[in-house]
C-alpha cells in the first residue's frame, strides 16, 4: 500500500515559518568543490576518488647536484554520502488530494524537499569539518565575550601557510554569534560603519571581518568530551606517517571522535620553512564519526587520528618531533577540566582545508513510465541532485526520488582549519 501523504492547502504562516526556518549552504559552499568537473561521469556508491597533493620538495643550498625523490602523497575520498528525500502517492490521492498547479507545487512539495536536501549536505559538512580539524581555540562550555578568537584563528592558519584562497568560512554557533556581535556593536572599532553596526543588531550577522565571512549555522557538532580518571600521555613513540596513536591512561577512560589534544614539548612546522612554526604545541584529533566512543580495555589504548603525522626528513613534516613515549597529552587545550563537559563546535577554515566531491548519479531514461529523469549540479556547492518520478505499477503509485551522491574528505585540514569551542 502506498505512504499516506497529508497534503493539506498551506496557509500562508505555515508556509512563512518553514522557509524562516530553512538553513542555506554555508558550511559545505565554503568547502573546495574543484574536484567536481574532474569526476563527472556517474559513480557508484561507495567508490573512492583519489585527490593527489602536490610535489612538496624539501631543497637544499649551494652549487652541488643534489637531486631528491619525488614523493607524492593523495587523499582518498570516499563518496557515500546520500542525502536525499523520498516521497510516493498513489493514483488515486493523484487524482482528488494532491495540490495543482506548477507554482503551489513548487511551493509547496518541491522548494521543502530541496531545502531539507540542503540542510542534509549542510549537516555532513559542518560534523565532518568539526572532528577533522585537529586545531582548537576556546574553551569547551563557554562561550567568548570578544572577537579575539578570530583573530587567533587567522595567525594559526598563517602560522601554518593555511591562510589561502579568497574563501574563507567561519560558521559559528547562535549563542557566540549572539556574544560577539553585542561586544561589536558596543566596543569594537572595527565595526564602526553605520551600514555594518545596524546589520549585526538587527540581525545578529556580521558578514565579513579581518577575512572571514561570519554566519549562524544549526549544524554545528555538539560533542560530550570524554573521561579521564588521570593524566594521560604517548605511551609507544611514533614513527613518520603514522595515522594513529597508543596513549597510556586508565582502564575505562573514554575518548570521543572529534576530541583535541595537544602533545608537550612537539610543535606544529610550517611546511614551507620546515621549522617550528609556533609557541602552541601540536595538537591532533580523534577520528571517526559523530558520537563515537573509544573506551579503554587496559593501560592503552591506540586511537585513530584525523590526519597523518610525517616528522623530520620528510617533505610533508608537520611536527617538530615525533611524540615519544612519555610526553605529556593534555585535552582539550583551554579548557582547565574537560570531563564530560558538552560543548558546541564551531568551525573557522580556508576554502582548502576540506573538499567536497559531488558526483553524478545513474539515472534511466525519461520516457514511459519514467516520467522525469533529470540532473542538476548547484553552482555554489557543486552538488547534483538527480530527480526521478516514475509510475510503479503493482500498487499503482507514482515514486518520487531526489538524490544527492557526494564525499567530503581532507585536503590541508591541519594547515587551514581551526575549531572554536563553546558552550
Not at 508556509?15 to 559545505?28: D, H, K, P
Request: net charge negative.
Amino acid at each position: 500500500m502506498a505512504v499516506e501523504n497529508l497534503l493539506e492547502t498551506s496557509d500562508w504562516l505555515s508556509m512563512e515559518c518553514a522557509r524562516l526556518l530553512t538553513n542555506e549552504l554555508f558550511v559545505s559552499a565554503g568547502m573546495n568543490n574543484d574536484w567536481a568537473k574532474d569526476f563527472d561521469q556517474p559513480f557508484p556508491i561507495g567508490d573512492t576518488a583519489r585527490i593527489p597533493f602536490p610535489w612538496r620538495p624539501i631543497g637544499g643550498e649551494g652549487m652541488d647536484y643534489d637531486p631528491e625523490p619525488i614523493v607524492r602523497r593523495h587523499t582518498d575520498v570516499t563518496v557515500d554520502k546520500v542525502p536525499h528525500v523520498h516521497f510516493e502517492w498513489g493514483s488515486v490521492e493523484q487524482a482528488l488530494k494532491l495540490t495543482r498547479g506548477r507554482e503551489k507545487v513548487q511551493a509547496e512539495i518541491l522548494k521543502p524537499a530541496m531545502q531539507k536536501m540542503r540542510q542534509k549536505i549542510e549537516l555532513l559538512a559542518a560534523r565532518h569539518a568539526a572532528i577533522n580539524s585537529p586545531n582548537v581555540l576556546g574553551t569547551l562550555g563557554t562561550d567568548p565575550t570578544t572577537l579575539g578568537f578570530a583573530g587567533q584563528a587567522r595567525t594559526r592558519l598563517i602560522q601554518m601557510a593555511g591562510w589561502m584562497g579568497a574563501k574563507r568560512t567561519a560558521a559559528l554557533s547562535p549563542s557566540v554569534m549572539e556574544s560577539i556581535t553585542q561586544a561589536a556593536t558596543v566596543t569594537n572599532p572595527i565595526f564602526n560603519p553605520t551600514d555594518k553596526i545596524a546589520k549585526a543588531f538587527v540581525e545578529g550577522y556580521l558578514g565579513e571581518n579581518g577575512g572571514w565571512q561570519f554566519a549562524e549555522s544549526m549544524s554545528l557538532l555538539q560533542i560530550t568530551a570524554g573521561t579521564r580518571a588521570g593524566a594521560i600521555s604517548i605511551s609507544a613513540t611514533a614513527v613518520s606517517g603514522a595515522t594513529s596513536l597508543v596513549i597510556a591512561c586508565t582502564e575505562g577512560d573514554t575518548f570521543v571522535a572529534g576530541e583535541k589534544f595537544g602533545v608537550a614539548g612537539r610543535y606544529p612546522v610550517n611546511p614551507g620553512t620546515l621549522e617550528r612554526a609556533m609557541t602552541t604545541t601540536f595538537q591532533f584529533a580523534i577520528a571517526g564519526d559523530p558520537g563515537q566512543t573509544y573506551t579503554a580495555t587496559a593501560a592503552t589504548i591506540t586511537l585513530p587520528i584525523t590526519d597523518t603525522i610525517y616528522g623530520p626528513a620528510d617533505p610533508y613534516q608537520n611536527i617538530t618531533v615525533m611524540p615519544t613515549a612519555g610526553d605529556v597529552v593534555t585535552p582539550w587545550p583551554g579548557t582547565t577540566t574537560p570531563n564530560g563537559l558538552v560543548g558546541t563546535l564551531s568551525v573557522l577554515f580556508s576554502r582548502d582545508a576540506f573538499t567536497i566531491v559531488p558526483v553524478k548519479l545513474a539515472n534511466p531514461e525519461q520516457g514511459g513510465s519514467v516520467q522525469i529523469a533529470t540532473q542538476n549540479r548547484d553552482p555554489r556547492s557543486g552538488v547534483s541532485v538527480a530527480v526521478i518520478r516514475m509510475f510503479e505499477p503493482i500498487e499503482r503509485r507514482w515514486v518520487n526520488r531526489f538524490d544527492a551522491l557526494l564525499g567530503i574528505g581532507n585536503l590541508y585540514n591541519r594547515n587551514a582549519s581551526v575549531v572554536l569551542a563553546g558552550a
